[in-house]
């Protein structure tokens, strides 16, 4: 099975800032990566697929970079509600995975 | 609008049987594949099944393969997961979602909360 290391675990930020998440595969991917966020007693919600290609509905400042193996989640100006977590998952092969997850929290 | 409710999680004890339904609305059901996925109390998330929108492929994550069984009924729009010799590790919220082909899921119900214990 293909392991999904996210870095960090927990990141605390300010509204403003710009944050990165990375993603590392233990396999090849290519591009077969997809973000979700997620907050408290809530569905995930799908905001990246193919690596860096943004789901409709969501905000520019999200973007999704890398190939391979080493994959980022940027959100170029931290917002209010983007205070959440967030998980990459792999759909190369099954079993598809997941990473442990970050949340990002109020600093 | 696309809709998807879970229903069936409860309490149940190890080794017992539990059978998850969820009902969906507002698309073509047929014409997509549906996923499971769970989230332990506090936990990250893990991709469970994977079934294709005619039912004719199913792929299942290495913790439930041969105890889960992932199911369709394209006439009733409702995805099933029989769930069979439980143990205390899949107590979580189970998501069904919908996906195109085998791209990410990309529309999520609210969950069902399966507890086993005794």
């Known amino acids: 099975d293909i392991q999904m290391t996210q870095s960090p675990s927990t990141l605390s930020a300010s509204v403003g800032d710009k944050v990165t998440i990375t993603c590392r595969a233990s396999q090849y991917l290519g591009s077969w990566l997809a973000w979700y966020q997620q907050k408290p007693g809530k569905a995930p919600s799908l905001l990246i697929s193919k690596a860096s290609t943004l789901e409709s509905g969501v905000p520019s400042r999200f973007s999704g970079g890398g190939s391979g193996t080493e994959f980022t989640l940027t959100i170029s100006s931290l917002q209010r509600d983007d205070f959440a977590s967030y998980y990459c998952?792999?759909?190369?092969?099954?079993?598809?995975?997941f990473g442990q997850g970050t949340k990002v929290e109020i600093k | 609008q696309v809709q998807l409710v879970e229903s069936g999680g409860g309490v149940v004890q190890p080794g017992r049987s539990l059978r998850l339904s969820c009902a969906a609305s507002?698309?073509?059901?047929?014409?997509?594949?549906m996923h499971w996925v769970r989230q332990a109390p506090g936990k990250g998330l893990e991709w469970v099944a994977l079934i294709w929108y005619d039912g004719s492929d199913k792929y299942y994550g290495d913790s439930v393969k041969g105890r889960f069984t992932i199911s369709r009924d394209n006439s009733k729009n409702t995805l099933y997961l029989q769930m069979d010799s439980l143990r205390a590790e899949d107590t979580a919220v189970y998501y069904c979602?919908?996906?195109?082909?085998?791209?990410?899921?990309?529309?999520w119900g609210q969950g069902t909360l399966v507890t086993v214990s005794s």
């Open positions: 507002g698309f073509t059901f047929s014409a997509f594949g």
């Open positions: 998952q792999q759909y190369n092969s099954f079993p598809w995975t």
């Open positions: 979602a919908r996906g195109m082909g085998a791209s990410p899921p990309d529309y």
